[in-house]
C-alpha cells in the first residue's frame, strides 16, 4: 500500500508535472534570454529615448512581485478584453520578468567591454550595428554567462508559480496530492528532489556550454 | 621616396577641436601625398592621438575639413563615412585586437562582413597579411596568447587587408617592451619602403631619422614646427623639435632599426 502510493499515484502525476514544467521552462528560459540581450544592449547603446523605454521595462518587472505580474496577466487582462490561455500568461510572465533579469546581466558585461574594441570597428568601417552582432556582444555574452545562467536556474524554480494562475504543472500535480491524501511531507520532499535534480542538471548543462565557449582570455581555462 | 602627385591622397584642412572644455586642436592642416609618411612629434598632449581620430572621425572634428583623393568627407553621410574609413587604416597605441577572436579571424572578419567577402576568400587574404608581418604561423592563437609586439602586428595586418590608401598610426610601439619595439618598427617600416602613405605619431628618433619625409612638431593643438628630419634635426638647428628629441634621447637609447 505505501509502494502503491509512490509507484502508481505520486511518481506519475510528478511527471506529468514534470513535462509541463519543461514546457513553461525551455520557451522561458530561451526567449527570455534573448529578450534580455536584445533589451541590455538597446538600454546600453540604444537611442535615447529607447533606453529610457528599456530602464522603465527592467525597472516595472524587477520591481514588482512576479504573482502580482501573473495575477495582472491572468486576472486583470480579461478586463481589457484580453484572455490569455493560463499556459500563455505564464509563460509570457516568465518571459517579461526573467527578460528584465537578464537585460540587467547582459548590461553590465556589455559596460566591461573596454572601449577600444568599439573604436577598433568604427575604424575598421563597421557600422554600429554590425559592430555590437559581430564583436560587442559575442564579447559581453561570455561575460554575462554565470550571471545569465544564474537567472535560468532561478526561473526553473519559479515556474511553481504557475499553478496559482491555475497552469498545473509541477508543483500544482504535488499540491493536489498532497491535499487529496494529506501526505504533505512525502510529496512536498519528492517535489523538492525534482528541483534539485532539474537545477542540478542545468547547472551540469552551463558549466558545458561555459566550457565550450571558452577562449583564451575569457574567464578561466 | 616622395612622388608627389598633383593631388595629395589625405588633405586635412583647419581642424579644430574642443574636448571637455578645452581647446585640443586648433586649426590643423597638413596634407599627405601618395607614398610619404610624415610624422607627428611632440609632448604628450599636444593634441596627436586626437588628430588622428579625427582623422577617421573617432572624434568628429568641430571645424575643418578633410578629403580622401579630393573627395570630402562628410560624416553625416553614414555610408560614405562607413566607406571612407575602410580606406583608412588604423594603429592604436594598445592595439585593440578583438578579444574572443583568434589572429585569422581578426583579420578576415572585417573582410567578411564589412566588404562582404566569402568566409574562404576572407581567410586567405588574411593569411597573406599575416604572413607579410611575419606571424602566419600564429594564426590561431588569441590575442590573449600573444605577446604586445606580436598583437602590434595583427593589428597591422587587419589594416592592411583592408587595401588601405592611407594609415594613421598612433603611437604604435609606445605601449610595448623595448626588445619588442624593433619587429613592429620593421614591418612599419616595410611598408614605407612598399610606398604606404602613412602618417604616424611616434617618438622614436632612429626610425623618424631614417623614413620619415617630414616632422609635424605639434604642441597644445597646433603644428608650430614642421619640415624634413634633416632640416629639424641636425645638430646645431636650434629647432624646437631638435630640443624635444635630444631630450628624448637622452632619456632612452632605443632599439636600431
Request: proline content about 5%; charged content about 20%.
Amino acid at each position: 500500500m505505501e509502494w502503491d502510493f509512490f509507484v502508481k499515484e505520486l511518481v506519475p502525476a510528478l511527471n506529468r508535472g514534470l513535462w509541463n514544467t519543461f514546457l513553461l521552462i525551455v520557451p522561458s528560459a530561451s526567449i527570455g534570454l534573448c529578450v534580455g540581450v536584445l533589451v541590455g544592449t538597446v538600454r546600453t547603446f540604444g537611442h535615447p529615448v529607447l533606453q529610457k523605454i528599456g530602464d522603465g521595462y527592467a525597472a516595472l518587472f524587477r520591481g514588482t512581485p512576479l504573482v502580482i505580474q501573473l495575477f495582472v496577466l491572468y486576472f486583470g487582462l480579461p478586463n481589457l478584453g484580453i484572455y490569455l490561455e493560463p499556459y500563455v500568461a505564464a509563460v509570457l510572465g516568465f518571459i517579461l520578468c526573467t527578460g528584465a533579469y537578464q537585460s540587467e546581466y547582459v548590461r553590465g558585461a556589455l559596460l566591461s567591454i573596454r572601449k577600444g574594441q568599439l573604436l577598433a570597428t568604427q575604424a575598421l568601417g563597421f557600422s554600429t550595428l554590425q559592430a555590437l552582432v559581430w564583436i560587442i556582444v559575442p564579447q559581453a555574452l561570455r561575460r554575462a554567462l554565470p550571471g545569465c545562467g544564474n537567472e535560468i536556474i532561478y526561473l526553473i524554480k519559479y515556474s511553481s508559480l504557475a499553478y496559482i494562475i491555475t497552469f498545473i504543472e509541477l508543483t500544482g500535480e504535488g499540491k493536489i496530492l498532497a491535499t487529496r491524501y494529506f501526505r504533505f511531507t512525502e510529496v512536498f520532499l519528492a517535489i523538492g528532489l525534482y528541483y534539485l535534480v532539474m537545477v542540478t542538471a542545468a547547472d551540469f548543462g552551463l558549466k558545458k556550454l561555459e566550457k565550450k565557449l571558452y577562449i583564451p582570455g575569457f574567464g578561466k581555462g | 621616396m616622395i612622388n608627389p602627385e598633383p593631388r595629395p591622397v589625405l588633405q586635412v584642412k583647419n581642424i579644430s577641436k574642443k574636448l571637455g572644455g578645452k581647446q585640443i586642436l586648433q586649426g590643423v592642416s597638413f596634407e599627405l601625398f601618395k607614398g610619404e609618411l610624415k610624422v607627428l612629434i611632440g609632448p604628450s598632449g599636444g593634441g596627436k592621438s586626437t588628430l588622428l581620430q579625427c582623422i577617421n572621425f573617432l572624434i568628429p572634428p568641430d571645424e575643418g575639413k578633410i578629403s580622401l583623393k579630393g573627395q570630402e568627407i562628410h560624416i553625416h553621410r553614414k555610408r560614405d563615412l562607413y566607406a571612407y574609413r575602410q580606406k583608412v587604416g588604423m594603429i592604436f597605441q594598445d592595439f585593440n585586437l578583438f578579444d574572443h577572436l583568434n589572429a585569422v579571424d581578426n583579420v578576415s572578419i572585417a573582410l567578411r562582413k564589412v566588404k562582404k567577402m566569402t568566409r574562404s576568400a576572407a581567410r586567405e587574404r588574411a593569411m597573406v597579411e599575416l604572413e607579410r608581418v611575419g606571424i602566419g604561423d600564429k594564426a590561431e592563437l588569441y590575442p590573449a596568447q600573444l605577446s604586445g609586439g606580436q598583437k602590434q602586428r595583427v593589428s597591422i595586418a587587419r589594416a592592411l587587408a583592408m587595401d588601405p590608401e592611407v594609415m594613421l598610426l598612433d603611437e604604435p610601439t609606445s605601449a610595448l617592451d623595448p626588445e619588442l619595439i624593433g619587429e613592429v618598427l620593421t614591418v612599419i617600416r616595410n611598408l614605407a619602403q612598399d610606398g604606404m602613405t602613412m602618417i604616424m605619431a611616434t617618438h622614436q628618433i632612429g626610425f623618424i631619422r631614417a623614413l620619415a619625409d617630414e616632422i609635424l612638431f605639434m604642441q597644445e593643438g597646433r603644428i608650430i614646427e614642421q619640415g624634413s628630419p634633416f632640416d629639424l634635426l641636425m645638430p646645431g638647428r636650434n629647432s624646437r623639435t631638435q630640443a624635444f628629441c635630444s631630450k628624448l634621447q637622452e632619456l632612452s637609447e632605443e632599439p636600431e632599426v
